[in-house]
């Protein structure tokens, strides 16, 4: 066997073995994939750096109401029962504000390079590659995002893995803000994952309950619809009310940001059938995706440590927006866009 035979057989071998050490796939949740919900768009630094000219003809926002005249018909309500959603969701990024000097809290991983300062590196998005063993690179955090450690016990890290002399680990750090860096004061053990909480379904069950029915949510007509007025809705979404079951219902949320909500209503059921949930939510499909653009720009200014916008949560709230730390420098070159349309996701938090 000559030697690429002989590279041709260990890669297939290592494939084998690597296949074969996998979970199972989960059964698919067909109602969910074939419900239409878009998922959160995500950017990483060099993706949003590549993009910034195709977008920068782009509005930076169009505020929810659009700066439009209302619809004939138009109703207050929505609007008003948006405000103080709104409202509480900029006190909630205020929350977040750190400063020099601040107490603050991280959880996650911690990298370690021979004659370098170890560093907290957040969980950015990387590509998924499959290395031969003992093949794997040495781990590094990108600069702008890496934070560097002062009084970090490398020894009381969890889960610590040796590669090509890199020490990594993950742990909760509790310490003093300085110039993206930490003085550490506290370790412990990191923190549990948290996971995705679905919201209730933000309507009332009919008389005698939800029942199970076939619906058209995927139909070209419905697709029209919604595509047709994404500057006012959201969704559609699926709702499993009663669990994920064969014979459990699914209920069709649409969510009105903009416009009144049973004239809204009363076209959609037009286009379509099933059990259905019309709901007044914050941002509509354009909104979102304008936002997101928005944000997207600002991926290239290194010095905001913005590594991810993406959708709305799956109620119609705020945008989504990862980021290293929500300082007094990140809130400014937020602002133009809409404080109260974002939710800001830090991985370095205040210690209240």
């Not at 058209?216 to 009663?242: E, I, R």
Request: proline share 10%.
């Amino acid at each position: 066997m000559n030697p690429t035979d002989e590279v041709d057989e260990l890669l297939t071998r290592a494939g084998a073995r690597w296949r074969a050490d996998q979970p199972s796939a989960p059964e698919p949740d067909l109602d969910h994939i074939l419900g239409g919900h878009r998922r959160p768009r995500r950017w990483v630094p060099a993706l949003a750096a590549a993009s910034v000219a195709a977008i920068a003809a782009a509005a930076l926002i169009v505020l929810p109401d659009g700066g439009k005249e209302p619809l004939a018909g138009t109703s207050q309500s929505v609007a008003e029962s948006k405000q103080p959603a709104s409202a509480q969701g900029e006190q909630a990024n205020d929350d977040l504000l750190i400063r020099p000097g601040d107490k603050v809290q991280v959880s996650g991983q911690v990298i370690a390079a021979p004659g370098k300062a170890p560093v907290f590196c957040p969980p950015l998005p990387t590509p998924s590659i499959g290395y031969l063993p003992g093949k794997e690179p040495a781990p590094t955090c990108a600069a702008d995002f890496a934070v560097t450690l002062k009084g970090v016990d490398l020894d009381k890290l969890t889960g610590v893995k040796m590669t090509r002399g890199v020490r990594t680990g993950t742990a909760t750090l509790i310490g003093t803000w300085g110039d993206q860096s930490i003085d550490v004061q506290e370790q412990k053990a990191p923190a549990a994952p948290v996971g995705l909480e679905w919201p209730p379904l933000p309507c009332a069950a009919p008389t005698g309950g939800w029942v199970s029915k076939p619906n058209n949510v995927n139909s070209a007509a419905v697709t029209a619809f919604m595509d047709a007025h994404a500057d006012q809705l959201f969704g559609p979404v699926l709702f499993h009310p009663k669990g994920h079951g064969r014979n459990a219902p699914v209920v069709t949320m649409i969510g009105v940001a903009h416009g009144d909500l049973a004239t809204l209503k009363a076209a959609f059921e037009k286009v379509y059938d099933g059990n259905l949930c019309v709901a007044p939510v914050l941002l509509s499909r354009a909104d979102i995706e304008r936002i997101s653009q928005a944000v997207g720009q600002l991926m290239s200014r290194q010095e905001l440590g913005i590594w991810s916008a993406g959708g709305s949560a799956i109620d119609g709230g705020p945008v989504d927006v990862s980021l290293l730390a929500y300082t007094e420098q990140v809130k400014a070159a937020l602002a133009p866009i809409g404080l109260d349309l974002l939710k800001v996701e830090p991985a370095v938090k205040p210690v209240r």
